[in-house]
């Protein structure tokens, strides 16, 4: 826990996404043995999708638990992950799936040609494009008209225990900040889409300080996109947060860490 988080500030955006691509491509192999609320958001996002199409993508695929279940819905099916880890472990794990292609891409740039699918899917993946603009309009780009896009991204309303216990420690910033639920709305109505819009909270529950950043950390969020901390985490710091964090959240001498998810069902107009 030593690592310093990262600040784009003093790094190029592409520098921050080959960081990001490193942290989950080491994060690979172990991965579906950690990601729990991963799989748990994703799923609710897919009882949104079409039941059946021609094809479709899914956008930050990970190590493609989520794409094959995409496989028995559409004919056709493209996942695409920055990690090159995650896509080794997604195509070791195809199985006898033979109609889903997986490959390295970035989703601000999408390598496919407008109007090529019938859905776009994508799951606690697009918080960490910046703007998210860009993405946005990417996947409306790639669908067909009247096309669909099911989307879950992490909102402001994530992480709040964590933020509340480390205010009590410094006044450092040392949790991402994510965009507000209105403002991910806000961005998809401004890319030409019809939308749809919900949101879930889920909690996860942790035994102790150093296993909620664990969790944050190999999930991803851990990345600061914008706070400018370049602080490492001393013992000293750490023991001071955990004694915030257990004195206002522990229950049952665990720890819950929040989690809340903006749900899109979006339509590309005919």
């Not at 669908?143 to 964590?162: F, H, R, W, Y």
Request: hydrophobic share 40%; with cysteine.
């Amino acid at each position: 826990m030593n690592e310093p988080l990262i600040d784009p500030r003093e790094q190029s955006n592409t520098l921050l996404k080959q960081r990001l691509a490193r942290q989950f491509g080491q994060a690979a192999k172990v991965y579906n043995d950690i990601a729990q609320v991963q799989l748990d958001i994703g799923f609710d996002g897919l009882q949104m999708l079409p039941q059946s199409g021609d094809s479709a993508l899914d956008i930050g695929c990970g190590t493609g638990r989520l794409t094959r279940q995409l496989a028995h819905r559409f004919n056709k099916v493209f996942g695409i992950d920055l990690a090159s880890g995650m896509i080794e472990v997604a195509k070791n794990d195809m199985g006898k799936t033979d109609n889903v292609q997986f490959s390295v891409a970035d989703a601000e740039q999408l390598p496919f040609e407008s109007g090529q699918f019938d859905c776009v899917f994508s799951s606690m993946a697009l918080q960490w494009c910046i703007p998210i603009e860009a993405s946005l309009g990417q996947v409306f780009s790639v669908l067909k008209p009247g096309g669909k896009a099911v989307l879950t991204i992490l909102n402001d309303g994530s992480l709040n225990e964590l933020k509340a216990s480390w205010a009590q420690v410094d006044s450092i910033p040392r949790v991402n900040q994510f965009l507000s639920h209105a403002q991910i709305v806000k961005g998809a109505r401004s890319a030409g889409f019809v939308v749809e819009d919900a949101q879930k909270t889920y909690v996860t529950w942790h035994a102790n300080t150093r296993a909620v950043l664990n969790s944050v950390k190999k999930i991803g969020a851990g990345v600061l996109s914008d706070t400018g901390n370049k602080a490492s985490l001393t013992r000293t710091t750490l023991a001071k947060l955990a004694s915030a964090y257990e004195s206002q959240y522990a229950i049952n001498k665990h720890l819950p860490l929040t989690y809340q998810v903006s749900f899109l069902l979006l339509e590309k107009p005919r």
